[in-house]
């Protein structure tokens, strides 16, 4: 084994592929730093990895490891449906319909922290089945005796429920297509292991001030004139918008896309200038398929895969020449007249959607990546040359993306998704910490005025506060019905909704420099910006499975409710005094309270007594 730092090492199982994670990590390890943290749980890497068998199957190579029955597992990326995977496979391949818990996700990130002290990083794009104590080898129940207890219930989850392996667990890491794989390994508790690996990724990122202010992503349908008239009304109504998001009608074609304006707005460089003027900054959205009218179609042509994308070329940007291209375009056609960020939309491959989205698996890239490769890398990539375009300009950007993967703490991007589960998006939230990664549980449509405003509280309290009102042409605030959105009627409550709504984005403006704060310390020491209870309260095993709070910097506890979840809850507040910051009532923790909260309330607890921010 290789140390690479403290707390750190690196083992080469086999013969490695070329196409890997480490190769495209474009930052530097933060080392130094890695070797100023505590390493709390000396000697259990070398006692696990002693332990790891490997193994060439037909389909790739396994790698074994024990498991103890009391171990807890977290990480594998952008996970919606709960935070300790112990017990559970997870398969991580990239997809933008993550509806069942498989392990399938828009970032499916190979790395994952037991709470027996260590985590694993596993340096493959392979689609990667990680089997948690799910499976034992054969010979283990040999002696087994036990004859059949009387039934207590009939069903499928009471059958399953009695078959999960109790016996000696181990963990089995399938990788298929290959013959070898580099293995980091981490030490410490869960925290250390996190930081631990997003140093070694490059440390986390500050994104700008306005990239943390309130986004709005105006209607599908909008040219130049509503778009202005969208942002004066912001003005015109004290709604602290910051970033303008433009949808694909701003191309002259899209789906794919050809990266030119189109007659919806006219002149394009006069509504950057005159947003500007405004205080906006703008965000444009984007596909990285190439339609043929796009300017450099024929540079790209050369260095794209086999396969079309929506009649669009897929680009190989593990070439140089690909990401050279695109990011020149970029930085001369939006960079430099001040758009000042990217979403990147549909790069998560699809396995459910009936059109033709995205490029088979057996693709061929001229990098010599194949379509399974690509697939796992394909945002990273795309991230790491927008990343690039912007500090060649010397600007910084905070953009968005629909795909992550490895080593993305450096990357200025949050990601977000067209599923809608307001509960799947908090716990999206929680495990997002334990991946190097950014989200954004967006609000789009709502049931009704108080859905908007339970949406609202958790968009405000995650790394980018907001508003995707792109199919509806008024804000929400305005009328949640769609239909009625779109022939521009109004609720009757509108006025109480927009007020609301306002207070909310302020009070997110008026937290800007604490949550500034915690990104600095991510930056600096890889410590997450918002994070799961059980990553600070390592001890407690009452949060061991925790995925509806979260602790939102060093001081704030949040505890989202959703509109199904009404006006209570019960909430669990670790060791110590907390401060409603709303209410100013003081609860004492290491219990679960019975708490009640109106809908234009929120359930956030505070360590210390009083608290700037809520007092403006
Ligand atoms: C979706 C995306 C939405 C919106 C829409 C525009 O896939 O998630 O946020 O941008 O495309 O067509």
């Known amino acids: ?44 890497v070398e006692k696990t990895v002693k332990k790891i068998t490997f193994n060439k199957t037909v389909r790739g190579i396994t790698l074994t ?60 794009y392979r689609y990667t089945t990680f089997l948690m104590g799910t499976s034992t080898a054969k010979g283990a129940s040999r002696n087994m005796t036990q004859e059949n207890m009387p039934h207590e219930e009939f069903s499928e989850s009471a059958l399953y429920a009695l078959k999960r392996a109790k016996e000696e667990r181990k ?74 998001g433009i949808e694909p009608g701003w191309h002259s074609h899209s789906y794919s896309c050809t990266y030119k304006w189109s007659y919806l707005f006219p002149s394009a460089e006069k509504f950057i200038k005159s947003m500007d003027d405004m205080g906006f900054k703008l965000n444009l959205w984007e596909h990285l398929f190439v339609y043929p009218q796009a300017p450099f179609y024929k540079e790209i042509e050369e260095c794209a895969g086999d396969y079309e994308v929506w009649n669009g070329l897929v680009p190989d ?126 609000v789009r449509d709502c049931q009704n005025g108080d859905d908007l405003l339970r949406r609202l509280q958790t968009v405000i309290f995650s790394h980018q506060a907001l508003i995707n009102a792109w199919r509806i042409p008024n804000a929400p605030w305005k009328q949640t019905d769609i239909v009625k959105n779109l022939d521009d009627v109004q609720m009757d409550d509108a006025d109480y909704y927009t007020n609301e709504c306002r207070k909310l984005l302020e009070l997110r403006v008026s937290m800007i420099p604490y949550l500034e704060d915690s990104f600095k310390e991510y930056e600096k020491n890889g410590k997450p910006p918002i994070r799961a209870l ?29 509109y199904e979840e009404g006006t209570s809850k019960e909430v669990y507040l670790p060791e110590g005094q907390w401060t409603n910051i709303f209410t100013k009532e003081k609860y004492q923790g290491a219990k679960k309270i019975h708490m009640k909260v109106p809908y234009n309330s929120m359930l956030v607890f505070s360590k210390k007594d009083s608290f700037d921010f809520i007092q403006k």
């Open 1 to 44: 084994m290789e140390n690479i730092a403290k707390g750190i090492w690196k083992e080469v199982y086999g013969e490695p592929e070329v196409h890997v994670p480490t190769k495209y990590k474009k930052v530097a390890a933060k080392l130094d730093v890695v070797n100023e943290l505590s390493d709390s749980k000396e000697g259990i």
């Open 65 to 124: 490891l024990p498991m103890m029955p009391t171990e807890d597992i977290y990480g594998f990326g952008l996970q919606f449906f709960g935070i300790n995977h112990a017990g559970k496979r997870r398969f991580l391949k990239v997809n933008s319909d993550p509806v069942a818990d498989t392990g399938e996700s828009h970032a499916p990130v190979p790395f994952y922290v037991s709470s027996a002290g260590y985590g694993i990083f596993v340096d493959t």
């Open 171 to 244: 963990i089995i890491i399938d990788i298929p297509n290959t013959e070898g794989v580099t293995v980091f390994f981490f030490e410490g508790n869960i925290m250390e292991c996190v930081q631990r690996y997003n140093l070694l990724s490059g440390g986390g990122i500050v994104p700008p001030r306005w990239g943390l202010e309130p986004w709005y992503r105006i209607y599908g349908g909008s040219n130049q004139m509503s778009a202005m008239l969208i942002a004066k009304q912001f003005i015109h109504e004290n709604m602290p918008i910051k970033v303008i």
């Open 317 to 442: 940007f593990a070439t140089d020449k690909a990401a050279d291209v695109f990011k020149q375009y970029h930085q001369k056609t939006f960079i430099d007249e001040g758009i000042s960020g990217f979403k990147l939309d549909e790069c998560d491959n699809s396995d459910y959607n009936p059109s033709n989205w995205s490029f088979p698996d057996c693709s061929q890239f001229p990098s010599g990546m194949d379509g399974e490769q690509m697939h796992q890398a394909i945002g990273v990539l795309y991230q790491n040359l927008i990343k690039e375009a912007f500090e060649e300009r010397g600007k910084a950007t905070y953009s968005e993306v629909r795909s992550s993967g490895a080593f993305a703490a450096p990357l200025p991007f949050v990601l977000y998704s067209d599923l809608y589960n307001h509960k799947q998006f908090i716990t999206a939230l929680v495990n997002s910490g334990f991946s190097g990664l950014l989200w954004c549980p967006e």
């Open 534 to 562: 059980v990553m600070d309260y390592p001890d407690d095993m009452n949060v061991v499975s925790i995925d509806d709070e979260y602790m939102f910097g060093d001081d704030i506890l949040v505890c989202p409710l959703t």
